[in-house]
């Protein structure tokens, strides 16, 4: 959305929020949006591949939600106001990502939301920085490196002339969807120092991330606090928006 379209969003259901950029560094920055109460906990929110903050708009303009939490969603590197077409890969993502997560403390629990490729964004910033994040909710997230089949064909998709020929975001989305299964096998490694809450939401029918991921984080997540898994039957990868009114009273039954 354009920052007149988000204006009129929002204005149309007279919801106040915040439209802003954070610089990381003199060439990256994170652009998002911000609603709720600053002073309650937050629910930080990570679009799939390809995505942008307002994938979770519906979220953002909930008046049950804006009651409880801060919200804030944004474009990931790469994509929307974030460095619009600068690929990154999983670990410079979530390096990226953290310092902002960390101007953002307002010294109340703070829950990560990742859907689909944002999952994976999601865990990898909770492996580290364990101690910061009370919950982590993934939405059909690709987790499972053995469960991400060889797609051959992006490399093609990455030379030229084909490469520019791709609209932007999803020559970007080419590119962090292709690094993504060695980027899980490093990730492996590293989940045991997951300590958070992890709430799983996944499809039972999902075409584009496999259910089974759902059983490896099962066994994965040796040192989490707690997991619930809810799984969604016959539903397919598109759970945030087919089935908001369930993930949304999840969300609100998240323990503080």
Do not use: C
């Not at 944002?118 to 939405?139: Q, R």
Request: no cysteine; net charge neutral; proline share 6%.
């Amino acid at each position: 959305m354009t920052p007149k379209e988000t204006t009129t969003y929002f204005s149309n259901s007279n919801i106040e929020y915040k439209d802003l950029t954070f610089k990381i560094s003199d060439e990256h920055q994170i652009h998002y949006i911000e609603t709720g109460d600053s002073t309650k906990s937050t629910l930080f929110f990570l679009h799939g591949s390809p995505g942008s903050w307002d994938a979770y708009k519906k979220y953002l303009s909930d008046l049950d939600l804006q009651k409880q939490f801060r919200l804030i969603a944004i474009d990931r590197p790469g994509f929307g106001y974030s460095n619009f077409g600068t690929a990154e890969d999983l670990e410079t993502q979530a390096n990226l990502i953290l310092p902002f997560i960390k101007s953002k403390n307002n010294n109340q629990p703070f829950t990560l939301i990742g859907h689909s490729m944002g999952g994976p964004i999601a865990v990898k910033l909770a492996t580290k920085s364990p101690t910061l994040f009370k919950n982590l909710v993934i939405l059909a997230g690709s987790i499972d490196p053995n469960a991400e089949t060889p797609e051959n064909w992006r490399p093609i998709l990455m030379t030229k002339p084909i490469r520019y020929l791709i609209p932007g975001a999803f020559r970007t989305s080419n590119d962090e969807l292709w690094w993504l299964k060695d980027d899980l096998k490093i990730m492996k490694t590293q989940l045991h120092n997951i300590t958070s809450n992890i709430l799983i939401i996944h499809g039972t029918e999902d075409s584009l991330v496999p259910y089974s991921n759902v059983s490896f984080m099962e066994k994965a997540f040796i040192n989490a606090r707690k997991i619930e898994v809810i799984p969604i039957e016959k539903a397919d990868h598109f759970i945030p928006w087919t089935h908001f009114e369930i993930i949304k009273k999840s969300l609100m039954s998240l323990q503080n």
